[in-house]
């Protein structure tokens, strides 16, 4: 007998797959049939760890894989790999869908009704047209088979080692975009043993901190041994010998490359939305309400980097393409397909990355989008330590704060520093969800021991600075 109801998914990583075994679990298959359509050969996979496993920290791809894709059909969802959605047909209830067999032409397209979907596309790497920017040896690292071309060309470079004056041997890699991608990716890239050269077309790496805070980010990777060049967008990609990468130029320079790794971010992959006339905001991502149902409609479900999520502190939607919202948004989508209720609030701009021993964090807003949003603010940093200073191992990070004029309130927090600074961050998000005032957060209880913090843990320094400038 089939199922009252039916529910599709399109992208079966982390939003569309938490959204479909949510709702298995709370519906079985006679009163919901699932259906999930993958166009790659994966579902439920951690792209968050591709640097971890070029790098080597990870042993093998597969322990990036949560749940395969005959796990989930196991569970009871009718899961469609290697089979993409070419069309949404909003109005009448449908998604046309065609295979795409490995080593073939694709298959016919088909079309396949629902009472409920669920748009979990993700997003799209940033590929400037660029001349040479398809050739062989240049990679974009968004998909587990990405992370395997890269790891194969790693490996297979060691055959193709510079020889010519001045680079004693050494391989070389490049990579363009100095965002949290791009610094991970440098780092996997100096633990293979490549001499890494990063490019960065901003005026410093890590655009997602205040100038300042990049800096230190700058100044760390230059010590780790990276060539780091900001202000330089690249204009080219030069080949050599049967059209692999040889090097990147840019306005200035340019840099011998083995191999180039791409750190160019990402936008909402909303192509299909866009087709059928769903909402879409500034960034291009589906705009949906806080139960993650497209906005004016019922039955249509959005979530993951395909979306643009309300941003707490500043009141405007935003692109903000990580892994935990999307897991999250799975989620709450799941829990109301599945006839519960669940909302998802929005964020607070939480992030959290690290490149070789140095761990970057920031959470709310930075100076400038303070500024866009017309928030009257002052900014204090504290240099700080991880443990009390006389405990071996201590490190120094320095947190930098702001907080709104008047009222005090917390408005974003920035931290930069060596083991035990990036998570810190958290204790901001919190405070920052609660709407708390710096004054209020200069006396949270937090745990204390020397091997742990300082007396004072460097976020309540940062803190007290910010609340005795707020109240000068
Ligand atoms: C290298 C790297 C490191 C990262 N590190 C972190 C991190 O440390 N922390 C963090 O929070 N986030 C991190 N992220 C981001 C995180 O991986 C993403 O935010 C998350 O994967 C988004 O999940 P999603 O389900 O929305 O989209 P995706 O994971 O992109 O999945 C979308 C799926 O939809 C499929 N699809 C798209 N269109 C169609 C179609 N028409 N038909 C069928 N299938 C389709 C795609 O093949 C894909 O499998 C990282 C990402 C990368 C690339």
């Not at 949510?22 to 640097?51: K, N």
């Not at 690292?141 to 992370?147: A, F, H, K, N, T």
């Not at 071309?149 to 890699?173: E, F, I």
């Not at 500034?282 to 993951?304: H, P, Y």
């Amino acid at each position: 007998m089939p199922a009252a109801r039916r529910m599709v998914v399109v992208g079966g990583d982390a939003a569309g797959m938490t959204a479909a075994s949510q709702a298995r679990r709370l519906r079985g298959p006679d009163e919901l049939e699932i259906v999930a359509f993958e166009r790659g050969d994966f579902t439920s996979y951690s792209a968050c760890g591709i640097p971890y496993w070029i790098g080597g920290d990870v042993g093998e791809r597969d322990a990036l894989i949560a749940r395969t894709p005959q796990e989930h059909r196991e569970r009871g969802i009718d899961l469609r790999t290697r089979t993409e959605v070419t069309a949404i047909d909003a109005d009448g209830g449908r998604v046309r869908a065609r295979e795409l067999p490995r080593d073939a032409p694709p298959g016919p397209e088909f079309w396949t009704g629902f009472d409920d979907l669920v748009i979990a596309t993700g997003a799209r790497p940033r590929r400037p047209r660029l001349p040479g920017i398809d050739a062989e040896g240049v990679h974009g690292v968004q998909s587990l088979e990405d992370g395997q071309a890269v790891l194969d060309d790693l490996d297979a470079s060691q055959g193709r080692r510079r020889t010519g004056p001045g680079n004693g041997g050494t391989r070389k890699a490049v990579v363009v975009g100095a965002g949290y991608i791009g610094v991970e990716m440098a780092e996997a890239l100096l633990l293979r043993g490549f001499g890494v050269t990063v490019l960065e077309g901003a005026p410093q790496p890590m655009t997602t901190l205040d100038p300042d805070m990049g800096e230190l980010v700058r100044d760390a990777m230059c010590g780790m041994g990276m060539e780091v060049v900001t202000g330089a967008p690249v204009t080219a990609v030069e080949t050599g010998q049967g059209g692999r990468v040889r090097a990147v130029t840019t306005e200035e320079a340019t840099y011998p490359a083995d191999v180039v790794v791409l750190g160019l971010g990402v936008a909402p992959e909303t192509s299909l939305a866009r087709e059928s006339g769903l909402p879409l905001g500034e960034s291009g991502g589906l705009l949906t309400d806080l139960a993650m149902r497209v906005r004016g409609r019922e039955n249509i479900w959005a979530g993951g980097d395909c979306v643009e999520v309300l941003d707490l502190i500043s009141g405007r939607t935003r692109h903000i393409a990580l892994g935990t919202h999307a897991n999250k948004h799975g989620q709450v989508i799941g829990a109301n397909v599945g006839g519960g209720y669940a909302t998802f609030p929005g964020v607070v701009g939480t992030a959290v990355s690290k490149v070789c021993d140095l761990e970057i964090a920031r959470t709310g807003l930075l100076e400038e989008q303070a500024q866009e949003v017309g928030l009257q603010f002052v900014t204090v940093t504290a240099e700080a330590t991880s443990r009390a200073g006389y405990f071996p191992g201590s490190r120094p990070m320095r947190v930098k704060m702001l907080a709104e004029r008047g009222t005090g309130r917390l408005l974003g927090t920035q931290i930069v520093g060596r083991e035990g600074a990036g998570k810190r961050v958290d204790i901001a998000a919190v405070a920052l969800t609660a709407g708390m005032s710096v004054e209020q957060m200069t006396y949270l209880d937090l745990g204390y021991a020397p091997p742990f913090s300082p007396v004072w843990d460097p976020v309540l320094v940062a803190a007290r600075k910010a609340a005795a400038a707020v109240s000068r």
